[in-house]
């Protein structure tokens, strides 16, 4: 009885540590996902900002050299951090027109991981990364 014990308990501990730790496999590391080679620069209007952990997201309506509207979604750091740094949710808002520097995907998609935050208009620093 008390092997049949252990052998439940050892697979029930098991199955309750791969279910615990499957978030920590799915956050990926910086330079898996963008290209330091691949800098951009964008100027857009905000079409909605998602305040969510591991990071927050900005999506944004942007215009190509061509004049044709592409929709960006931008990765910063997590909402604790961007906070504490200033930048909260009452400081961004969907019709905003920001300005982002930063590192584009390797995928070559409109996907980018943010450097700086700032409004296109005035120039005001919103937010910057410990990268620059």
């Not at 969510?52 to 999506?59: C, D, F, G, K, Y």
């Not at 991981?113 to 410990?130: D, F, I, K, P, Y």
């Amino acid at each position: 009885m008390r092997i049949v014990l252990s052998k439940v308990f050892a697979i029930v501990f098991g199955m309750m540590s791969l279910l615990t730790s499957a978030e920590a496999f799915s956050h990926h590391s910086f330079s898996a996902e963008f290209d330091v080679g691949r800098p951009v620069d964008i100027t857009g209007t905000i079409t909605s900002v998602e305040w969510t952990n591991p990071h927050a997201w900005l999506h944004l309506d942007v215009k190509d050299e061509q004049g044709n509207l592409q929709r960006w979604s931008v990765e910063m750091l997590g909402v604790n951090s961007i906070v504490r740094s200033g930048m909260t949710p009452q400081t961004v808002k969907p019709g905003d027109l920001l300005r982002i520097t930063g590192f584009g995907s390797r995928d070559g998609s409109a996907t980018a991981n943010a450097s700086s935050v700032s409004r296109a208009e005035t120039g005001e620093s919103l937010w910057s990364s410990s990268r620059e």
